[in-house]
Protein backbone atom coordinates (compact mmCIF):
# COMPACT_ATOMS: atom_id res chain seq x y z
CA UNK A 1 0.00 0.00 0.00
CA UNK A 2 1.54 3.30 -1.34
CA UNK A 3 2.40 5.81 1.98
CA UNK A 4 2.93 9.81 1.51
CA UNK A 5 3.57 12.71 3.95
CA UNK A 6 2.24 16.21 3.59
CA UNK A 7 1.43 19.20 6.41
CA UNK A 8 -1.70 19.16 7.73
CA UNK A 9 -4.33 21.58 9.72
CA UNK A 10 -6.57 19.49 11.71
CA UNK A 11 -10.19 20.64 10.78
CA UNK A 12 -12.43 18.03 12.86
CA UNK A 13 -12.59 14.80 14.41
CA UNK A 14 -15.21 12.39 15.41
CA UNK A 15 -14.86 9.15 16.74
CA UNK A 16 -14.85 5.33 15.50
CA UNK A 17 -14.89 2.53 17.51
CA UNK A 18 -14.16 2.34 20.65
CA UNK A 19 -10.58 3.60 20.53
CA UNK A 20 -10.56 5.44 17.12
CA UNK A 21 -11.02 8.48 15.24
CA UNK A 22 -11.89 10.14 11.75
CA UNK A 23 -9.71 13.51 10.89
CA UNK A 24 -10.56 15.53 8.28
CA UNK A 25 -7.85 17.75 7.65
CA UNK A 26 -6.66 20.49 5.27
CA UNK A 27 -3.05 19.61 3.87
CA UNK A 28 -0.27 21.42 2.24
CA UNK A 29 -0.27 19.44 -1.35
CA UNK A 30 -3.08 17.34 -1.30
CA UNK A 31 -5.98 19.41 -0.41
CA UNK A 32 -8.09 18.12 1.87
CA UNK A 33 -7.78 14.76 3.44
CA UNK A 34 -10.07 12.29 5.70
CA UNK A 35 -8.32 9.20 8.05
CA UNK A 36 -8.26 7.02 10.33
CA UNK A 37 -6.14 7.59 13.10
CA UNK A 38 -6.11 4.33 15.20
CA UNK A 39 -5.95 4.30 18.93
CA UNK A 40 -5.21 7.80 19.36
CA UNK A 41 -8.27 8.08 21.89
CA UNK A 42 -6.16 5.32 24.03
CA UNK A 43 -4.51 7.04 27.33
CA UNK A 44 -1.28 5.66 25.48
CA UNK A 45 -1.69 6.84 22.37
CA UNK A 46 1.82 8.13 20.82
CA UNK A 47 0.52 10.80 18.38
CA UNK A 48 -3.23 11.74 19.57
CA UNK A 49 -2.85 14.88 21.22
CA UNK A 50 -1.32 16.20 18.08
CA UNK A 51 -4.12 15.25 15.81
CA UNK A 52 -6.94 17.53 17.59
CA UNK A 53 -8.11 20.41 16.30
CA UNK A 54 -6.17 23.83 15.17
CA UNK A 55 -3.40 21.83 15.30
CA UNK A 56 -0.50 21.49 12.62
CA UNK A 57 1.52 18.88 12.26
CA UNK A 58 3.94 16.43 9.47
CA UNK A 59 1.55 13.34 9.02
CA UNK A 60 2.87 9.78 7.71
CA UNK A 61 -0.37 8.27 5.78
CA UNK A 62 -0.89 5.12 4.10
CA UNK A 63 -3.08 5.46 1.06
CA UNK A 64 -6.35 4.15 1.58
CA UNK A 65 -9.49 3.01 -0.52
CA UNK A 66 -12.02 5.43 1.35
CA UNK A 67 -9.92 6.50 3.61
CA UNK A 68 -6.28 6.89 4.72
CA UNK A 69 -4.89 6.08 8.24
CA UNK A 70 -2.10 7.43 9.71
CA UNK A 71 0.90 5.89 10.69
CA UNK A 72 3.05 8.88 12.24
CA UNK A 73 1.94 12.36 13.53
CA UNK A 74 4.88 15.19 14.02
CA UNK A 75 3.78 18.74 15.36
CA UNK A 76 4.74 21.19 13.64
CA UNK A 77 2.42 24.21 16.00
CA UNK A 78 0.95 23.47 18.97
CA UNK A 79 -1.57 26.08 18.79
CA UNK A 80 -4.56 24.72 20.19
CA UNK A 81 -3.43 25.01 23.86
CA UNK A 82 -3.20 28.48 23.46
CA UNK A 83 -6.67 28.91 21.56
CA UNK A 84 -8.93 27.21 23.70
CA UNK A 85 -8.20 28.55 27.17
CA UNK A 86 -9.81 31.85 25.46
CA UNK A 87 -13.27 32.04 24.62
CA UNK A 88 -12.68 34.55 21.40
CA UNK A 89 -10.01 32.60 20.18
CA UNK A 90 -11.55 29.46 20.57
CA UNK A 91 -14.80 30.38 18.53
CA UNK A 92 -13.02 32.25 16.03
CA UNK A 93 -11.24 29.40 15.56
CA UNK A 94 -14.04 26.96 15.00
CA UNK A 95 -15.10 29.77 12.07
CA UNK A 96 -11.75 29.28 10.51
CA UNK A 97 -11.51 25.68 10.40
CA UNK A 98 -15.36 25.20 9.53
CA UNK A 99 -14.59 27.68 6.58
CA UNK A 100 -11.90 25.45 5.47
CA UNK A 101 -13.94 22.63 5.92
CA UNK A 102 -16.30 23.84 3.39
CA UNK A 103 -14.18 24.43 0.65
CA UNK A 104 -14.45 22.03 -2.68
CA UNK A 105 -11.26 20.03 -3.45
CA UNK A 106 -10.11 22.61 -6.50
CA UNK A 107 -9.99 25.59 -3.92
CA UNK A 108 -8.29 23.77 -1.13
CA UNK A 109 -4.65 24.68 -2.59
CA UNK A 110 -1.42 25.09 -1.02
CA UNK A 111 -2.20 29.22 0.10
CA UNK A 112 -5.38 28.17 1.23
CA UNK A 113 -3.11 26.03 3.77
CA UNK A 114 -1.11 28.68 4.46
CA UNK A 115 -3.68 31.31 5.25
CA UNK A 116 -4.93 28.99 7.99
CA UNK A 117 -1.85 28.20 9.63
CA UNK A 118 -1.18 32.18 9.66
CA UNK A 119 -4.56 32.94 11.24
CA UNK A 120 -4.53 30.17 13.95
CA UNK A 121 -0.85 31.05 14.74
CA UNK A 122 -1.68 35.15 14.99
CA UNK A 123 -4.75 33.49 17.33
CA UNK A 124 -3.04 31.49 19.45
CA UNK A 125 -0.29 34.41 20.08
CA UNK A 126 -2.78 37.19 20.75
CA UNK A 127 -0.96 39.18 17.65
CA UNK A 128 -4.76 41.29 17.39
CA UNK A 129 -8.70 41.06 18.66
CA UNK A 130 -9.55 37.24 17.59
CA UNK A 131 -12.65 38.47 15.47
CA UNK A 132 -10.20 41.03 13.04
CA UNK A 133 -8.22 38.23 12.61
CA UNK A 134 -11.18 35.90 11.65
CA UNK A 135 -12.52 38.51 9.58
CA UNK A 136 -8.95 39.16 7.57
CA UNK A 137 -8.78 35.46 7.30
CA UNK A 138 -12.55 35.29 5.61
CA UNK A 139 -12.35 37.73 3.19
CA UNK A 140 -8.33 36.52 1.87
CA UNK A 141 -10.15 32.86 2.20
CA UNK A 142 -12.69 34.30 -0.34
CA UNK A 143 -10.39 35.78 -2.54
CA UNK A 144 -7.96 32.79 -2.85
CA UNK A 145 -11.24 30.59 -4.03
CA UNK A 146 -11.70 33.80 -7.22
CA UNK A 147 -14.50 35.64 -4.85
CA UNK A 148 -12.91 38.69 -3.88
CA UNK A 149 -15.23 41.43 -3.37
CA UNK A 150 -15.47 44.90 -5.09
CA UNK A 151 -14.12 47.35 -2.87
CA UNK A 152 -12.16 50.31 -4.94
CA UNK A 153 -15.05 49.73 -7.97
CA UNK A 154 -18.68 49.39 -8.62
CA UNK A 155 -18.62 45.33 -8.72
CA UNK A 156 -21.13 45.59 -11.27
CA UNK A 157 -20.55 48.36 -13.87
CA UNK A 158 -16.55 49.07 -13.05
CA UNK A 159 -17.21 52.92 -12.12
CA UNK A 160 -14.57 53.93 -9.54
CA UNK A 161 -15.05 54.57 -6.07
CA UNK A 162 -15.41 55.00 -3.12
CA UNK A 163 -18.95 53.55 -3.31
CA UNK A 164 -21.68 53.70 -0.77
CA UNK A 165 -23.54 50.80 -1.31
CA UNK A 166 -22.48 47.23 -1.14
CA UNK A 167 -25.04 44.06 -1.76
CA UNK A 168 -23.61 40.82 -0.93
CA UNK A 169 -25.04 39.39 -4.00
CA UNK A 170 -23.75 41.69 -6.80
CA UNK A 171 -20.18 41.00 -5.26
CA UNK A 172 -18.95 44.15 -3.08
CA UNK A 173 -19.34 47.97 -3.02
CA UNK A 174 -21.67 49.29 -6.10
CA UNK A 175 -22.54 52.70 -6.94
CA UNK A 176 -25.94 54.51 -6.78
CA UNK A 177 -26.99 53.71 -10.16
CA UNK A 178 -26.50 49.78 -9.51
CA UNK A 179 -27.70 49.18 -6.30
CA UNK A 180 -31.04 47.87 -5.85
CA UNK A 181 -33.55 49.86 -4.13
CA UNK A 182 -33.67 49.63 -0.63
CA UNK A 183 -29.70 48.33 -0.57
CA UNK A 184 -28.37 49.64 3.11
CA UNK A 185 -25.80 52.52 2.76
CA UNK A 186 -22.47 51.53 4.21
CA UNK A 187 -19.94 54.18 5.77
CA UNK A 188 -16.86 54.96 3.96
CA UNK A 189 -15.22 53.91 7.35
CA UNK A 190 -16.22 50.53 7.11
CA UNK A 191 -15.24 50.33 3.99
CA UNK A 192 -12.10 51.48 4.27
CA UNK A 193 -11.89 49.05 6.94
CA UNK A 194 -12.79 46.29 4.91
CA UNK A 195 -10.14 47.14 2.38
CA UNK A 196 -7.54 47.31 5.74
CA UNK A 197 -8.47 43.68 6.58
CA UNK A 198 -8.13 42.89 3.22
CA UNK A 199 -4.49 44.07 2.97
CA UNK A 200 -3.05 43.24 5.78
CA UNK A 201 -3.06 46.82 7.21
CA UNK A 202 -3.31 46.20 11.27
CA UNK A 203 -2.57 49.42 12.63
CA UNK A 204 -5.71 50.67 10.69
CA UNK A 205 -7.97 47.56 11.65
CA UNK A 206 -6.67 47.75 15.32
CA UNK A 207 -7.34 51.57 15.56
CA UNK A 208 -10.95 50.89 13.73
CA UNK A 209 -14.25 51.92 15.98
CA UNK A 210 -16.84 49.17 17.63
CA UNK A 211 -19.11 50.52 15.22
CA UNK A 212 -16.83 49.99 12.14
CA UNK A 213 -15.77 47.10 13.12
CA UNK A 214 -18.76 45.32 14.08
CA UNK A 215 -20.78 46.81 10.63
CA UNK A 216 -17.73 44.99 8.64
CA UNK A 217 -17.78 42.02 10.27
CA UNK A 218 -21.52 41.59 9.50
CA UNK A 219 -21.13 42.63 6.12
CA UNK A 220 -17.79 39.65 6.12
CA UNK A 221 -20.15 37.32 7.60
CA UNK A 222 -23.01 37.35 5.28
CA UNK A 223 -20.51 37.83 2.17
CA UNK A 224 -18.85 34.23 3.02
CA UNK A 225 -22.06 32.46 3.57
CA UNK A 226 -23.52 33.80 0.31
CA UNK A 227 -20.48 32.61 -1.80
CA UNK A 228 -20.17 29.01 0.31
CA UNK A 229 -24.14 28.36 -0.21
CA UNK A 230 -24.51 27.83 3.24
CA UNK A 231 -24.57 29.00 6.80
CA UNK A 232 -21.29 28.66 8.80
CA UNK A 233 -22.87 27.61 12.07
CA UNK A 234 -19.45 29.04 13.80
CA UNK A 235 -20.11 32.49 13.39
CA UNK A 236 -23.18 32.51 15.68
CA UNK A 237 -21.26 32.21 18.72
CA UNK A 238 -18.31 34.69 17.73
CA UNK A 239 -18.17 37.98 19.53
CA UNK A 240 -18.81 40.82 17.61
CA UNK A 241 -16.86 43.27 20.01
CA UNK A 242 -13.17 43.88 19.17
Known amino acids: MPTFRDEVVVLRTHKLGEADRIV ?28 EPFMVADVLLYEGRSLDIVQQADSLGAYGADIVTHYDRYTAAHAMVETADRLNEAEATPQQYLLLVGGLRALAHGDHAARAIL ?6 AMALSGWAPGLEECARC ?25 SPRVRPETIALLRALMSGEWDAVDSASPASAAAASGLIAAYTQWHLERGIRSLSHVETVR
Do not use: I, N, W
Not at 26 to 46: E, F, P, Q, Y
Not at 167 to 173: A, H, I, M
Open 158 to 182: GRPGPHEGFVVQLGGSVCASCAPAG
Open 24 to 51: TMLSRRHGKLRAVAKGVRRTSSRFGSRL
Open 135 to 140: DSYLLR
